[in-house]
């Protein structure tokens, strides 16, 4: 399986600024996701971080606000931008590979904007 | 549009008693079906997926096609078996996972 590290694994942020939140895994991997969880809520993509090109966001979702990088098959990078209270949640990624194609989860990042 | 629907946002039951937790799903071909549990202070984990046909700590899931379901059941709950629920979707065109509300089951001793 393969182990998903991010950082940081929380935050407490001022309105207005930007938050940048890594993931690493220990293996490489074919597809790299993230997700937010809102309180009380489920798990909605924000995107797919594809390596080498630009992300695939979903509905709702825009690269102004959730810039992803993907230098390689490894690491990938979220930032939340110009952060507002409703931006509060907890974001995870996740990546897709090995066998049987299993997806797999990151430990989150909290974030708190005040 | 692909969907996933648990209908119950909490599932409170006995040790001992028998626990389903209830999941359709609205997709136009065929999917992918999967149920994850996320324990107190514990990252998400996959549980079982369809295709597997396998019974994980007691608990098996059929995919009902003319239902659209994707039900997880277990005849004895434990009191281990507390945790988050979400049954998730995937496209056949292996794309996105997509998850349900989540449920919350409660299992008391």
């Known amino acids: 399986s393969a182990v998903i590290s991010q950082k940081p694994s929380r935050d407490i942020c001022q309105r207005g600024t930007s938050l940048t939140i890594q993931c690493q895994v220990d293996?490489?991997?074919?597809?790299m996701f993230w997700y937010r969880q809102q309180p009380g809520q489920s798990l909605t993509l924000i995107a797919t971080?594809?390596?080498?090109?630009?992300?695939?966001?979903e509905s709702g979702f825009v690269i102004d606000k959730f810039p992803i990088s993907r230098p390689n098959l490894t690491f990938s990078t979220l930032t939340v931008s110009n952060m507002s209270p409703e931006d509060s949640s907890i974001y995870l990624c996740?990546?897709?590979?090995?066998?049987?194609?299993?997806?797999?989860f990151g430990p989150g990042t909290r974030l708190t904007v005040l | 549009a692909q969907r996933v629907t648990q209908p119950e946002k909490l599932l409170s039951v006995f040790k001992g008693a028998p626990v389903e937790l209830k999941c359709n799903y609205s997709?136009?071909?065929?999917?992918?079906l999967f149920w994850y549990v996320q324990y107190s202070r514990q990252r998400l984990q996959l549980l079982l997926r369809h295709i597997s046909r396998e019974s994980i700590k007691g608990f098996t899931a059929d995919l009902n096609k003319g239902e659209t379901s994707f039900h997880l059941k277990k005849p004895f709950a434990q009191e281990e078996d507390s945790a988050m629920y979400y049954c998730?979707?995937?496209?056949?065109?292996?794309?996105?996972?997509?998850f349900g509300q989540g449920t919350e089951l409660s299992v008391k001793p």
């Open positions: 997709y136009s071909g065929s999917p992918e």
């Open positions: 293996s490489q991997v074919t597809m």
């Open positions: 996740s990546v897709r590979g090995g066998a049987g194609d299993t997806q797999y």
């Open positions: 971080a594809n390596q080498g090109s630009e992300a695939t966001y």
């Open positions: 998730a979707l995937r496209g056949s065109q292996g794309g996105k996972l997509i």
